[in-house]
């Protein structure tokens, strides 16, 4: 009898995990932590067999995608599409930091060799296809920030280094901010960056006035 009892409820699991297959979409994210009420260990058994049957791409210990398989491999959502995924999920804010902002910016044109996110949430590494996305714990004031493309910035700013921002990027900061500033208000931003992006900002934004 509690053999029987054993394998429906194993039916009732596989089958609440297909019911959500098919819902999300293409590009989606799926955890093993989603299905709580079920045994781990079981849940974790049933997304490994969907990884082996090519539904589903492992990105980290309890972290799947589900993707399209091509005959060049599997089809990967951006970098920034992934970490925003987790943030929703988590109830988390996510910044690119490091190179990943600087590049996004145009102030440097160095590879990366892995994404940095900082994150209000969890920290963690995911690889997708040949890319790591690493995800590090931001301290609170780096998300005090009102707009999320200024918080960006000044974490670029701060990557690159005071005293080292050259002439070529303060150009491209100064692009930057003759069309942001057209749009944005950045005043009250502006005040929670350090002082020597705050002096050096104001001297690209007063030039251009």
Partial sequence: MNHILTMQGNMTISQT???????????SLLFASDFPQY??????????????????????????????????????????EIAENIARRDHAQVLMSGLTAE??????????????????????????????IEFKRGVPKNFAFKDKTLATLCLA???????HVTDEQKNVLRNFLNNYIQEHDIKSDLKLMPQWIQ??????????S
Avoid: C, H, W
């Avoid at 700013?157 to 005293?163: D, E």
């Avoid at 002096?199 to 251009?208: D, V």
């Fill in 17 to 27: 995990i297909e019911d959500k297959f098919k819902r999300i979409k293409d590009k």
């Fill in 39 to 80: 045994d781990q260990e079981y849940v974790g058994d049933l997304l490994s067999r969907y990884v082996n049957d090519g539904r589903l791409v492992r990105l980290a210990n309890g972290v799947y995608l589900k993707t399209t398989i091509t005959k060049f491999g599997p089809v990967y959502p951006s970098p920034t």
């Fill in 103 to 132: 590049n996004y910016f145009g102030l440097s044109t160095q590879v990366p060799m892995k994404i940095v996110f900082l994150t209000s949430g969890s920290a963690r590494k995911l690889t997708v296809g040949n890319t790591v």
């Fill in 157 to 163: 700013l701060k990557s690159i280094g005071n005293g």
């Fill in 199 to 208: 002096k050096m900002l104001n001297e690209i934004i007063n030039k251009e």
